[in-house]
Protein backbone atom coordinates (compact mmCIF):
# COMPACT_ATOMS: atom_id res chain seq x y z
CA UNK A 1 0.00 0.00 0.00
CA UNK A 2 1.51 3.13 -1.29
CA UNK A 3 1.13 5.62 1.74
CA UNK A 4 4.07 7.77 0.97
CA UNK A 5 5.86 8.33 -2.42
CA UNK A 6 8.22 10.91 -4.69
CA UNK A 7 8.31 13.03 -7.43
CA UNK A 8 10.12 15.65 -8.17
CA UNK A 9 12.16 15.42 -5.36
CA UNK A 10 9.38 16.25 -2.98
CA UNK A 11 7.83 13.43 -0.28
CA UNK A 12 4.17 13.17 -1.23
CA UNK A 13 1.35 11.71 0.97
CA UNK A 14 -1.42 9.51 -0.24
CA UNK A 15 -4.00 8.88 3.22
CA UNK A 16 -7.70 8.66 0.97
CA UNK A 17 -9.09 7.57 -2.00
CA UNK A 18 -12.24 9.58 -1.51
CA UNK A 19 -13.25 12.76 -3.23
CA UNK A 20 -16.29 14.62 -3.61
CA UNK A 21 -15.48 15.70 -7.12
CA UNK A 22 -15.33 13.54 -10.42
CA UNK A 23 -12.65 16.36 -12.69
CA UNK A 24 -12.71 15.35 -16.20
CA UNK A 25 -9.36 15.90 -16.28
CA UNK A 26 -8.88 13.62 -13.51
CA UNK A 27 -5.23 11.58 -13.45
CA UNK A 28 -7.31 8.43 -12.24
CA UNK A 29 -9.18 7.69 -15.03
CA UNK A 30 -6.34 7.01 -16.83
CA UNK A 31 -3.76 5.51 -14.61
CA UNK A 32 -2.63 3.69 -11.55
CA UNK A 33 -0.26 5.83 -10.35
CA UNK A 34 2.08 8.76 -11.46
CA UNK A 35 5.36 7.95 -13.22
CA UNK A 36 7.54 4.88 -12.04
CA UNK A 37 5.48 4.88 -7.76
CA UNK A 38 3.11 1.67 -6.83
CA UNK A 39 -0.40 2.12 -6.99
CA UNK A 40 -1.96 4.94 -5.29
CA UNK A 41 -5.07 2.84 -4.79
CA UNK A 42 -5.23 2.15 -1.05
CA UNK A 43 -6.34 -1.20 0.05
CA UNK A 44 -8.00 0.63 3.38
CA UNK A 45 -7.91 3.97 4.49
CA UNK A 46 -4.25 3.67 6.81
CA UNK A 47 -4.74 4.80 10.25
CA UNK A 48 -2.38 6.81 12.30
CA UNK A 49 0.20 4.20 13.14
CA UNK A 50 0.48 2.88 9.49
CA UNK A 51 0.91 6.32 8.26
CA UNK A 52 3.57 7.29 10.99
CA UNK A 53 5.43 3.90 10.62
CA UNK A 54 5.43 4.52 6.36
CA UNK A 55 6.82 7.89 7.15
CA UNK A 56 9.80 6.66 9.29
CA UNK A 57 10.62 4.30 7.41
CA UNK A 58 10.40 6.05 3.91
CA UNK A 59 13.43 7.59 2.21
CA UNK A 60 13.72 10.99 2.91
CA UNK A 61 17.21 11.88 1.86
CA UNK A 62 17.55 15.46 0.28
CA UNK A 63 13.82 16.19 0.48
CA UNK A 64 12.56 19.23 2.24
CA UNK A 65 8.56 19.45 0.97
CA UNK A 66 6.17 17.06 2.17
CA UNK A 67 2.73 17.59 -0.47
CA UNK A 68 -0.63 15.96 0.54
CA UNK A 69 -1.62 14.84 -2.60
CA UNK A 70 -2.56 11.17 -3.54
CA UNK A 71 -5.77 9.53 -5.33
CA UNK A 72 -8.02 11.35 -3.04
CA UNK A 73 -8.79 14.96 -1.40
CA UNK A 74 -6.65 14.72 1.45
CA UNK A 75 -9.28 16.92 3.32
CA UNK A 76 -11.87 13.91 2.71
CA UNK A 77 -9.74 12.77 6.09
CA UNK A 78 -9.10 16.76 7.77
CA UNK A 79 -8.55 15.29 11.49
CA UNK A 80 -5.96 12.41 9.99
CA UNK A 81 -3.99 15.45 7.82
CA UNK A 82 -3.79 17.59 10.66
CA UNK A 83 -2.46 14.19 12.88
CA UNK A 84 0.00 13.89 10.28
CA UNK A 85 0.81 16.95 9.50
CA UNK A 86 1.63 17.49 13.12
CA UNK A 87 3.70 14.05 13.47
CA UNK A 88 5.55 15.05 10.00
CA UNK A 89 6.30 18.81 11.78
CA UNK A 90 7.48 17.33 14.90
CA UNK A 91 9.93 14.74 13.31
CA UNK A 92 11.49 16.70 10.62
CA UNK A 93 12.47 19.96 8.96
CA UNK A 94 9.55 19.43 6.05
CA UNK A 95 7.70 22.15 4.84
CA UNK A 96 4.13 21.07 4.10
CA UNK A 97 1.74 21.62 1.23
CA UNK A 98 -1.70 20.89 0.74
CA UNK A 99 -3.48 20.38 -2.86
CA UNK A 100 -6.57 20.42 -2.74
CA UNK A 101 -10.11 21.49 -4.02
CA UNK A 102 -10.69 23.72 -1.04
CA UNK A 103 -14.36 22.67 0.13
CA UNK A 104 -13.22 20.85 2.97
CA UNK A 105 -16.14 22.54 4.99
CA UNK A 106 -19.11 21.53 2.64
CA UNK A 107 -17.11 17.93 3.46
CA UNK A 108 -16.99 18.53 7.02
CA UNK A 109 -19.49 20.85 8.47
CA UNK A 110 -18.29 23.73 10.32
CA UNK A 111 -14.63 22.38 9.75
CA UNK A 112 -12.18 25.36 11.51
CA UNK A 113 -10.03 26.07 8.98
CA UNK A 114 -7.28 28.02 10.98
CA UNK A 115 -6.62 24.53 12.43
CA UNK A 116 -4.07 24.64 9.52
CA UNK A 117 -2.35 27.57 10.58
CA UNK A 118 0.80 26.46 11.62
CA UNK A 119 0.44 23.01 10.17
CA UNK A 120 0.48 23.54 6.75
CA UNK A 121 2.72 26.20 5.19
CA UNK A 122 1.52 26.57 1.63
CA UNK A 123 -1.92 25.82 -0.11
CA UNK A 124 -2.78 24.65 -3.62
CA UNK A 125 -6.41 25.24 -4.67
CA UNK A 126 -8.03 23.84 -8.23
CA UNK A 127 -9.59 27.00 -9.41
CA UNK A 128 -10.60 25.04 -12.11
CA UNK A 129 -13.23 27.48 -14.02
CA UNK A 130 -14.07 31.10 -13.85
CA UNK A 131 -17.74 30.36 -12.92
CA UNK A 132 -20.13 28.70 -10.93
CA UNK A 133 -21.11 26.71 -13.55
CA UNK A 134 -17.93 25.92 -15.39
CA UNK A 135 -16.76 24.74 -12.69
CA UNK A 136 -19.40 22.41 -11.86
CA UNK A 137 -19.40 21.15 -15.36
CA UNK A 138 -15.55 20.50 -15.19
CA UNK A 139 -15.33 19.44 -11.72
CA UNK A 140 -18.74 18.19 -10.96
CA UNK A 141 -18.47 18.40 -7.21
CA UNK A 142 -21.09 16.19 -5.41
CA UNK A 143 -22.06 19.57 -3.58
CA UNK A 144 -23.43 21.33 -6.57
CA UNK A 145 -23.57 25.18 -7.73
CA UNK A 146 -22.23 25.81 -3.98
CA UNK A 147 -19.29 24.19 -4.40
CA UNK A 148 -17.34 26.87 -6.46
CA UNK A 149 -17.85 30.37 -4.22
CA UNK A 150 -16.95 27.91 -1.50
CA UNK A 151 -13.69 27.02 -2.87
CA UNK A 152 -12.97 30.99 -3.40
CA UNK A 153 -14.04 31.69 0.07
CA UNK A 154 -11.46 28.58 1.37
CA UNK A 155 -8.96 30.63 -0.36
CA UNK A 156 -9.53 34.25 0.89
CA UNK A 157 -9.30 32.58 4.63
CA UNK A 158 -6.09 30.95 3.86
CA UNK A 159 -4.35 33.32 2.34
CA UNK A 160 -5.72 35.74 5.63
CA UNK A 161 -4.04 33.33 7.89
CA UNK A 162 -0.99 33.76 6.15
CA UNK A 163 -0.68 30.84 4.49
CA UNK A 164 1.01 30.86 1.15
CA UNK A 165 -1.89 29.98 -1.17
CA UNK A 166 -1.93 29.31 -4.79
CA UNK A 167 -4.48 28.43 -7.42
CA UNK A 168 -4.13 25.96 -10.50
CA UNK A 169 -6.05 25.24 -13.63
CA UNK A 170 -5.83 22.09 -16.08
CA UNK A 171 -5.72 23.71 -19.86
CA UNK A 172 -9.01 21.42 -20.54
CA UNK A 173 -10.54 24.87 -20.66
CA UNK A 174 -10.30 27.54 -23.45
CA UNK A 175 -7.92 30.70 -23.27
CA UNK A 176 -10.38 33.14 -22.73
CA UNK A 177 -11.23 31.13 -19.60
CA UNK A 178 -8.10 30.99 -18.37
CA UNK A 179 -7.55 34.65 -18.63
CA UNK A 180 -10.45 35.11 -16.94
CA UNK A 181 -9.61 32.62 -13.95
CA UNK A 182 -6.47 34.47 -13.98
CA UNK A 183 -8.36 37.86 -13.89
CA UNK A 184 -9.91 36.49 -10.71
CA UNK A 185 -6.88 34.86 -9.33
CA UNK A 186 -5.24 38.68 -9.70
CA UNK A 187 -8.15 40.07 -8.16
CA UNK A 188 -7.77 38.29 -5.23
CA UNK A 189 -4.17 38.50 -4.92
CA UNK A 190 -3.50 34.56 -5.55
CA UNK A 191 -1.02 33.36 -8.04
CA UNK A 192 -2.31 31.23 -10.63
CA UNK A 193 -0.71 28.52 -12.07
CA UNK A 194 -1.71 26.48 -15.71
CA UNK A 195 -1.50 22.49 -15.65
CA UNK A 196 -1.26 20.60 -18.69
CA UNK A 197 -3.35 17.94 -19.06
CA UNK A 198 -2.03 14.55 -19.56
CA UNK A 199 -3.55 11.37 -20.47
CA UNK A 200 -0.68 8.98 -18.77
CA UNK A 201 1.00 8.60 -15.73
CA UNK A 202 2.61 11.94 -15.20
CA UNK A 203 1.53 14.00 -12.56
CA UNK A 204 -1.05 17.52 -12.53
CA UNK A 205 0.82 18.26 -9.77
Known amino acids: MTIFY ?10 TNGCPCDCVFCIRKNADSITDNDSLW ?6 FEEITAAFDK ?5 MSEAVFCGYGEPTVRADMLLKTAEYIKANSDFKIRLNTNGLVRLIHKDF ?14 SLNADNAKRYNEITRPSFGISAFDEMLRFAR ?10 FTVVDVITADEIKKCRDIAESMGIPLRVR ?9 T
Open 6 to 15: KFEGKMYINI
Open 112 to 125: DISRFKGLIDSVSI
Open 58 to 62: FDKAG
Open 157 to 166: EMKDLGIKTG
Open 196 to 204: HYVTDNESY
Open 42 to 47: LEHEPD
